[in-house]
């Protein structure tokens, strides 16, 4: 179970019948270790590197080859979620990457122009098939329930592509987002 810091508890005020409300601030979930990176370079596409990088190695040693791939910037439109994956990513990194890391949320402000640009994460439909989906889709409707909200029943493979945004608020940016469009959410 999640014990989301109370300080990142919105969705009551952003979930509707229709799912999440969406504007130009979204959040980002990462690790504390990650913060002064992204506070000098921004938030780049594919940016963990040190994860990356201890992936590749571990590959090599079993005489496998690492492709490494670009993926975009992931967003959603909630700090409850944002943390859910912040979450996420520490416990990934610990698998490989020796540290006291901590979930931390961070804010990012989109102008017009790029704020466009999201789009709703469909691609999101194999990771939610798995473990780690079945996860999040038992958080989000958990959080759903909190706000007196109906969870959403989706078909994952049929879904409207929006749903994957408004009721899943899970979307991405494939362009970097410039440090200063981000701010860190502390209590």
Known sequence: MIDTPAFLKDAKDLLTQQGFTASNIWYHGTSSALVESIKEQGLLRSGDKALKEAAKK???TIGNHYTETTEPVFLTQSKELAF????QT?????VRIDGDELPVVLQVVLSEDVNGKVKPDVGAASLLLLPEG????AYLAGIYQ???IEAPAIDLMKADRMDYQNKLGMVYL????????????AE
């Open 90 to 94: 520490v416990r990934d990194r610990s």
């Open 58 to 60: 571990t590959m090599a």
């Open 174 to 185: 494939d362009a970097d987002v410039d440090a200063s469009d981000i701010q860190l959410i």
């Open 146 to 148: 909190d706000s007196g």
């Open 84 to 87: 859910y994956w912040a979450q």
């Open 134 to 137: 079945e996860n999040y889709m």
